[in-house]
């Protein structure tokens, strides 16, 4: 998982003290300005759209043609990607001679929206066909002996790994000993030993030349799914309508969307907003979700829902919803995973709770670059959750740790720009298993050796963080007048999307403004504005989120900087636009 900055940090837990700690301001540097006035002249927009563009890597009228307009045509030939054609070879020869397949994946989102994707298409060439989940408590994270082993005592002669696996190189011997082949679909970082498998499709091995590196596990999953309709001359619109599945998996994984996952999102997104998903229909009622799908309607909205099955209970469940073609069973199916995603939240609040009390009781620890907690009780389906709050509160790389099956196991999170997967690998000799990304890793660890990692980890973070590193960032794409946010800016910025990592919503800094003389709090905390231009006269309304200690100095009418992003507030029918302001400076 990478590093949304925003969507995914930007889940503030209502009862957890919000970070106050001074941000710093970083305007995004942009050195070519001759081609940002050549773009200008060329689309006829304006310079401050120009230099959105040009940050985003869109440098010439062709390849904004491409970001505003995607088309299907864009998407690479799923065989420029290495193992393919083994692959559907493989799968060929399983589905003529009636073989056995099973698919497997994680229990997470993009585990699971994989197996829903290639299970569903490869149920219309073979019967001879299941699909496995792993528990999060007794398997834990990827390919697992008991998978193997229920593969092996039930016939089956093929597995096919998604979102897992390229690790696995003890796990995939062991099949080969019993007789079952592995095809591994991943897009995890490979180890320095590849796993024997028969085809291992990975646009991050080091012999890859696909075009593009930052495909989701789901995404690997589409690219299988896309080469075997080719081979098989299927039904190229039933493709087509799976990427719903692909978007949420993007969106959820937190990869970037950009190059060939924004042509997957784009249009991912026009068939989630179709509403033709039974199961996805069913979560979008129970969530009251009657709006346009956006990616932060998945990353807050739904895949928490998908989450929690493979969180509280299993992933099965959440397999068994995102393929129901029965609307009646995908509505009761919806319904449960709704009530274990409501567990999960009690959970989550209680444990974030217990965490900030041991932590405000640590004195030793508030002189620590890193925060590592551990509680034996605390629920493992939630410790990334609770590590997550715990970095937005702290701002320093974090680890919650709990005991599973006589293990200490847990999820780490970093702040921006640090690698943590880096910083635990060095730390590896006192680990039993680990895996992850630069922001987000799992680990597991003996009892006997959690004093030493803690003290071991902490000292690696220490020798290779900064200061800066340790003060929030936010980056800015441009300083702005307001007169320059017009009807024309924001209609053409809304094409910008969909956004996400690669191409978040733009931030924007203005100076010299003044409150209308109207600010108030909202709420107990959120600041509402109108926001005046001291030299133009332009006013904008202004919304700022947990941003209410700033209300004297903003009611007394000081001279403010701001720093937001522009977005349409609708109330009573009516659509005007507003600032939503990310931090505030009186100058």
């Known amino acids: 998982m990478k590093n949304f900055e925003c969507l995914r940090s930007r889940i503030i837990f209502t009862q957890v003290k919000m970070n106050l700690q001074e941000k710093r301001w970083k305007v995004k540097e942009l050195s070519n300005q001759e081609a940002t006035d050549k773009l200008a002249e060329e689309l006829n927009i304006s310079q401050l759209l120009a230099r959105l563009l040009m940050l985003r890597g869109v440098e010439t009228a062709a390849e904004a043609k491409r970001f505003f307009r995607p088309e299907i045509t864009d998407l690479h030939d799923p065989f420029l990607m290495s193992g393919m054609h083994t692959a559907v070879d493989r799968i060929k020869k399983a589905i003529a001679y009636k073989e056995k397949i099973l698919i497997y994946g994680d229990y997470d989102v993009d585990g699971t929206t994989a197996v829903a994707l290639l299970y569903s298409y490869l149920k219309h060439f073979t019967s001879a066909l299941d699909y496995y989940i792993p528990d999060r408590y007794s398997e834990g994270y990827g390919v697992s002996f008991q998978g193997i082993d229920f593969a092996k005592a039930n016939g089956f002669g093929l597995i096919i790994a998604l979102d897992c696996g390229i690790k696995s190189v003890d796990k995939v011997d062991y099949a080969l000993e019993r007789g079952i082949d592995f095809i591994i679909c991943d897009h995890h970082l490979p180890g320095e030993t590849l796993p024997n498998a028969i085809a291992i499709l990975n646009p991050k091995l080091p012999h890859s030349n696909y075009p593009y590196l930052e495909l989701s596990g789901c995404g690997v999953g589409f690219k299988l799914v896309q080469a075997l309709n080719l081979e098989f001359a299927g039904d ?209 660890l003996k009892p006997e050796n959690l004093s030493l990692f803690r003290e071991e980890f902490d000292r690696v973070v220490s020798q290779n963080i900064t200061e800066e590193l340790l003060t929030p960032e936010i980056e800015i794409d441009a300083e702005v007048n307001l007169l320059e946010l017009d009807d024309k800016f924001n209609r053409i910025l809304k094409q910008f999307a969909p956004f996400g990592p690669g191409n978040l919503t733009p931030i924007l800094k203005a100076g010299s403004l003044r409150d209308k003389g109207n600010a108030r709090l909202v709420g107990s905390k959120h600041l509402k504005m109108d926001l005046l231009d001291n030299y133009s006269g332009k006013m904008l309304p202004a919304i700022a989120f947990n941003q209410g200690h700033h209300l004297a100095a903003v009611a007394g009418k000081k001279l403010l900087e701001v720093c937001f992003a522009i977005e349409e507030n609708e109330f009573q029918g009516n659509i005007s636009l507003q600032m939503n302001v990310k931090d505030i400076r009186v100058l």
Not at 357 to 362: A, F, I, R, T
Not at 400 to 422: C, H, P, W
Not at 428 to 442: E, N, T, V
């Open 236 to 444: 190229k619109e039933w493709v087509t309508n799976q990427l719903d599945l692909v978007a949420i998996s993007i969106a959820a994984d937190i990869v970037p969307i950009t190059g060939e996952n924004r042509v997957l999102t784009f249009f991912g997104l026009q068939e989630l907003n179709k509403r033709k998903r039974r199961g996805i229909e069913a979560i979008l009622e129970l969530a009251g979700l009657r709006k346009q799908i956006t990616v932060s309607d998945i990353v807050f909205m739904i895949s928490p829902r998908i989450n929690a099955a493979g969180r509280i209970t299993s992933g099965k469940k959440a397999v068994e919803l995102l393929i129901s073609e029965n609307p009646d069973l995908a509505f009761a199916q919806g319904e449960e995973i709704n009530e274990t995603n409501i567990k999960r939240q009690s959970l989550d609040k209680n444990i974030t709770e217990h965490a900030l009390k041991m932590l405000s009781e640590d004195v030793e620890g508030r002189k620590r670059k890193t925060t590592v907690v551990y509680h034996p009780e605390w629920h493992k389906g939630v410790v990334g959750i609770v590590a997550s709050r715990l970095t937005e509160r702290y701002y320093r790389p974090t680890i919650v740790l709990t005991l599973s099956n006589g293990m200490v196991t847990g999820s780490a999170r970093s702040v921006k720009d640090f690698d943590i997967y880096e910083a635990i690998s060095k730390c590896s000799h006192l680990l039993d298993q680990f895996g992850g990304h630069k922001y987000a890793a799992g680990l597991s």
